[in-house]
C-alpha cells in the first residue's frame, strides 16, 4: 500500500538531546513537508522540500534541521536549541504545490521531554 | 500575512443534526480554500477544496462555498453522523503564482462530537 510512514510513533528527549524524526513516503511525491501541532494552536509549518536536495524554511524553523537527499525521505531533527519540542510532529507530501494536489499525511510522532 | 480563523470548539451534537464550521480568512490575491479532517489518532486527510470564488467544494456529505465577498468557507453538512466525529481544519493555499504556494496556512482545528 502507498503511503506515508512516521517513526516511531512515541519519542522522548533528553534535556540538551537532539532526536531525529523519521519520515518515508513511496508515493514517488517530490514534495514533502513537516508540521508542528499543539493543542488549540493548529497546525505549524517547520520545514518544506519541492523538491530533493532542496528544502526551506517555514513559520517555526527555529531549533529544527532536515535533510532531503533523497525523494522518499525527509527526516526532521529536533535540535537542543528547541526549548519546547513537546508536541505532535506531522509528516506530509504532494505531487505538487498544495494548490492543485492534496497533502497525504503521516500518522504522527508524539514528542515528549523527560 | 496569510491566516485562517475558525470558530472555537468543541463543537457536540446529536446525531442527524446540521453542522456549521464557520471559516473566514486574510490573504491577498486569490488563493485556494480546503477543509481537511483528523479522525482519532491519524493524520489529516483533506475532505473538500475550492480553488476559486464562488466554487463549491463537496465530498462525504459536506460542502463549503467560496465566498469572496465575506472572506469566507463555512463548512456544512445536513445531518451528521457518529462517524463524523473529528477534528476539522481549514486551510488556505496562497494564490499559485505568488511566493509561498508550498506553505499551506491551517486554523487551529474545531473538534466535533457527535453523540448517538
Known amino acids: 500500500d502507498g503511503g506515508i510512514t512516521q517513526s516511531p510513533k512515541y519519542l522522548f528527549r533528553k534535556e540538551g538531546q537532539n532526536v531525529t524524526l523519521s519520515c518515508e513516503q513511496n508515493?514517488?511525491?517530490?514534495?514533502m513537508y513537516w508540521y508542528r501541532q499543539d493543542p488549540g494552536q493548529g497546525l505549524r509549518l517547520i520545514y518544506y522540500?519541492?523538491?530533493?536536495?532542496?528544502?526551506q524554511k517555514g513559520d517555526i524553523a527555529e531549533g529544527y534541521s532536515v535533510s532531503r537527499e533523497k525523494k522518499e525521505s525527509f527526516p526532521l531533527t529536533v535540535t537542543s536549541a528547541q526549548k519546547n519540542p513537546t508536541a505532535f510532529y506531522l509528516c506530509?507530501?504532494?505531487?505538487?504545490?498544495?494548490?492543485?494536489?492534496?497533502?497525504?499525511f503521516g500518522s504522527g510522532t508524539q514528542l515528549s521531554v523527560l | 500575512g496569510n491566516s485562517v480563523t475558525q470558530m472555537e470548539g468543541p463543537v457536540t451534537l446529536s446525531e442527524e443534526a446540521f453542522l456549521t464550521i464557520n471559516c473566514t480568512y486574510t490573504?491577498?490575491?486569490?488563493?485556494?480554500l480546503f477543509w481537511y479532517v483528523q479522525y482519532p489518532g491519524e493524520g489529516l486527510q483533506l475532505l473538500l477544496k475550492?480553488?476559486?470564488?464562488?466554487d463549491k467544494g463537496s465530498n462525504k456529505g459536506f460542502e463549503a462555498t467560496y465566498r469572496k465577498e465575506t472572506t469566507s468557507f463555512h463548512l456544512e453538512k445536513g445531518s451528521v453522523q457518529v462517524s463524523d466525529s473529528a477534528v476539522y481544519f481549514c486551510?488556505?493555499?496562497?494564490?499559485?503564482?505568488?511566493?509561498?504556494?508550498?506553505?499551506?496556512?491551517f486554523g487551529k482545528g474545531t473538534k466535533l462530537s457527535v453523540i448517538p
Open positions: 475550492a480553488t476559486k470564488a464562488d
Open positions: 490573504a491577498t490575491g486569490y488563493p485556494s
Open positions: 508515493l514517488n511525491h517530490d514534495a
Open positions: 506530509a507530501s504532494s505531487r505538487g504545490s498544495p494548490t492543485n494536489e492534496k497533502l497525504f
Open positions: 522540500s519541492q523538491i530533493v536536495n532542496d528544502f
Open positions: 486551510a488556505l493555499s496562497p494564490s499559485p503564482l505568488g511566493a509561498g504556494s508550498y506553505q499551506l496556512t
